[in-house]
């Protein structure tokens, strides 16, 4: 599908140094009007314990302190993640650190988790759980870059976090802080999950627990954490974060630039590994697809191929907030002219025969 042209006050942001832009655009979510559409019931979906609209969520990073949670659910995303949040707040790395690679309609980030820390947050998702924002909210955690215990970072921010929160995201996957995706190794991610359904369940506050893979892990990496996560009882995966590697063909002056890649080069690897995580979870795990999904084609390729549910962020830069209703409304009539009544039916569809679809149906 070829990318609609982007509007005039789109173009406009696309002048701003990206940082200004996004800040701009947290405010202005505030003042846009509740949304006036509302997806078929065939394209709801259960994930988890939640029964969402449709299968589109916005992705960690766009809304780390929580701050336009409500906007942002008005916008039409049938889930929110905040985040990344860490334990005590920190400024992430000096600018610049964030690139828009516009002929490549893609993001270089480095912002290395700039955080308010959890308190601050905390007291944010508390104030829009009591506003009754309508959708689930996801809270994606991390640990200080000055970390020198993982764990107690993790079990700090899950302790704050989760009460006010409907799922935890577990983030280890972020190329932005030294050591993180090193926390992917079974052992590691293994200790991290144990501990966090404990403070659950010692706090009275458990929580689906997900994981957010690096699309740059290798098959047997993948395989392990699916294995760990399987183990450990967590519920589901994010698959995945930006990558480190550089696909052939970009052409944008950015994209030597350090840190993660993210938008359309990125939707190749990230449904590849999507494919992967599925063949290995064969149904023990949900699956949420991320990277690169920007229009309703590549939405259903990922649904077909095992996700229970989308997140988006770069497609958010480029396209605008349009891009959630073109998506929804697009799975809606592949889901029509593929003959099917519910979206739920899709999901696994283009897995190898011998697979079981990835729904908890
Ligand atoms: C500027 C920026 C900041 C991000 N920050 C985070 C973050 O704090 N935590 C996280 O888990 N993912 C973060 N991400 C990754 C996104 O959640 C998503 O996994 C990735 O961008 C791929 O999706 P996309 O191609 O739709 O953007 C960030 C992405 C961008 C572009």
Not at 291 to 314: C, F, K, N, P, V
Request: net charge positive; aromatic share 4%.
């Amino acid at each position: 599908m070829s990318r609609p042209p982007a509007p005039l006050w789109l173009r406009l942001f696309h002048r701003l140094d990206p940082e200004t832009a996004h800040r701009l655009s947290l405010r202005l979510a505030h003042l846009l009007p509740p949304r006036r559409w509302r997806a078929p019931a065939e394209l709801r979906v259960r994930l988890g314990p939640f029964v969402l609209e449709h299968p589109l969520g916005l992705a960690a990073g766009f809304d780390k302190d929580a701050v336009a949670v409500g906007p942002l659910a008005r916008l039409g995303f049938s889930f929110i993640e905040v985040g990344t949040v860490t334990p005590r707040p920190q400024p992430g790395h000096p600018p610049p650190r964030l690139f828009r690679l516009l002929e490549d309609e893609a993001v270089i980030n480095r912002m290395g988790f700039p955080s308010q820390g959890a308190d601050v947050v905390a007291r944010r998702l508390a104030r829009w759980r009591a506003r009754g924002v309508r959708v689930p909210v996801g809270g994606n955690i991390g640990i200080n870059r000055d970390s020198t215990d993982p764990i107690a970072d993790f079990r700090e921010v899950y302790r704050k976090i989760a009460p006010h929160v409907d799922y935890i995201c577990v983030n280890v996957s972020s190329p932005n802080t030294p050591g993180l995706r090193a926390l992917q190794r079974p052992d590691q991610l293994a200790r991290i999950l144990e501990a966090l359904q404990e403070e659950g369940v010692c706090h009275g506050c458990p929580r689906p627990l997900v994981v957010k893979l690096a699309p740059d892990l290798d098959r047997a990496e993948l395989v392990a954490v699916v294995e760990t996560a399987v183990a450990a009882g967590a519920t589901g995966l994010v698959v995945g974060n930006t990558t480190v590697q550089r696909p052939p063909g970009l052409r944008s002056p950015w994209q030597h630039e350090a840190g993660g890649l993210s938008g359309r080069p990125l939707a190749p690897l990230a449904r590849a590994r999507l494919e992967e995580a599925a063949e290995a979870a064969r149904g023990r795990l949900q699956l949420i697809a991320c990277g690169g999904i920007a229009d309703a084609d590549e939405a259903w390729a990922r649904i077909r191929l095992g996700a229970s549910a989308l997140q988006l962020y770069t497609a958010l830069v480029y396209r605008g907030p349009a891009v959630v209703r073109r998506i929804v409304d697009g799975l809606a009539q592949r889901l029509a002219a593929a003959g099917l009544g519910r979206i739920e039916d899709a999901v696994g569809q283009a897995l190898a025969p011998t697979q079981p679809s990835s729904t908890s149906s």
